[in-house]
């Protein structure tokens, strides 16, 4: 595989791999990233697959590829075991980490996840979002829904042009199956600690989808709802989203 585009915030000892949404790169966490605890955690943020420094770089863009360029990363780093963040998408490729090499994870925390199997849209639903990879009206009206349609509109733009400007048209078109569609719920182990992170404000992935999911699988998983935050509470609520972050993972600093 090509080199895996990431950049690193910390030098703690404690590896934490984080993992981008549909609507990102590995810099969609940049207001989280001054308030990060550097000297107990080494945060890597890595591009997947057609998004960012890897924009131009083809692939099957499925979670099962996102997982194992992360691993493939790790190896690279020589990262024997790590915990993982992940947003929206990037939720459910931690949770395929986890499946594929389950004991070199700590720890998960899922940010406003997409759990793997749990969405079922309908037919309109999914016109729009395979619309979104052309469109940045398109992309600015579900930002503007999955937000709770309370943010200011000057940063509704800003994230749509970002997304369009930071992942291949290609690439998040490919995604939007991936994410929908994968089910790998039967594989799941269910071991690993997990925290759920979701925002009150999100209308789609919220408590009673995470209920059904992640809470019906992990044994040891624990839901935090963060106030006054959509689906991009890194966007909304960064310090409250360190917070609970750190809060969680600082319980697994050794391996």
Aim: proline share 6%; net charge negative; aromatic share 10%.
């Amino acid at each position: 595989m090509p080199t895996t585009t990431f950049h690193r915030v910390g030098t703690g000892a404690h590896p934490v791999l984080v993992l981008h949404g549909w609507f990102g790169d590995a810099h969609a966490f940049e207001p989280i990233e001054p308030w990060l605890s550097g000297e107990a955690f080494s945060y890597l943020f890595m591009d997947c697959r057609g998004y960012g420094g890897m924009r131009g770089v083809p692939g099957d863009y499925t979670i099962d590829e996102i997982a194992n360029d992360a691993l493939t990363l790790a190896d690279t780093l020589g990262i024997a075991t790590f915990s993982l963040v992940g947003h929206s998408m990037g939720g459910m490729a931690i949770e395929r980490i986890a499946v594929l090499a389950p004991d070199r994870v700590r720890a998960l925390v899922a940010v406003a996840p997409v759990p793997c199997g749990g969405i079922a849209y309908d037919s309109p639903a999914r016109q729009v979002l395979e619309a979104a990879a052309g469109s940045v009206s398109i992309r600015r009206g579900i930002i503007d829904r999955s937000t709770g349609g309370r943010l200011p509109a000057a940063w509704l733009d800003w994230k749509a042009q970002y997304s369009m400007a930071h992942a291949s048209p290609e690439a998040f078109a490919a995604y939007f199956p991936a994410w929908a569609d994968t089910d790998f719920s039967m594989e799941i182990i269910g071991r690993h600690p997990v925290k759920v992170l979701i925002g009150e404000h999100d209308p789609v992935f919220n408590a009673a989808l995470m209920d059904r999911t992640y809470l019906h699988r992990y044994r040891q998983a624990t839901l935090e709802v963060l106030e006054n935050a959509g689906h991009y509470p890194m966007n909304e609520t960064p310090l409250a989203l360190v917070a609970a972050i750190e809060r969680f993972l600082v319980k697994f600093a050794e391996a």
